[in-house]
């Protein structure tokens, strides 16, 4: 569930969690497919990021990732118990940008 900022929200979004004001009252609630006009109200809100539903990005580019994972697999050689490993986090790694 990744936190976006207001200026990059779209329609169609869904809230994951509730959009409340500073005193707890919920303005939106959890599961709220965001439209334009709605994006609208949340940006005059003042609120500057809200949470939304959908896998978070890692902070880190995944060419970075990829090249750490062989940095730290590199003293492993050979070994097969290791390439499998090797192989199935790069699969992860992999399917974290997709």
Known sequence: ??????EQ????MKLARPLQNSSGMV???E?????EARISKIENMG?????????????????EL??????????????PPMATIRK???EHIEAMYE
């Not at 929200?9 to 169609?12: D, E, F, M, N, Y």
């Not at 990829?66 to 070994?79: D, M, N, P, V």
């Open 9 to 12: 929200l779209k329609p169609g």
């Open 1 to 6: 569930m990744p936190k976006i900022p207001t």
């Open 27 to 29: 303005l939106m609630a």
């Open 66 to 79: 990829l090249l750490a994972l062989e940095e730290r697999f590199r003293k492993a050689g050979a070994s």
């Open 47 to 63: 609120v500057d990021s809200v949470y939304i539903d959908g896998p978070s990005r890692p902070a880190r580019p995944k060419e």
């Open 88 to 90: 199935a986090v790069r």
């Open 31 to 35: 599961g709220t497919e965001l439209t």
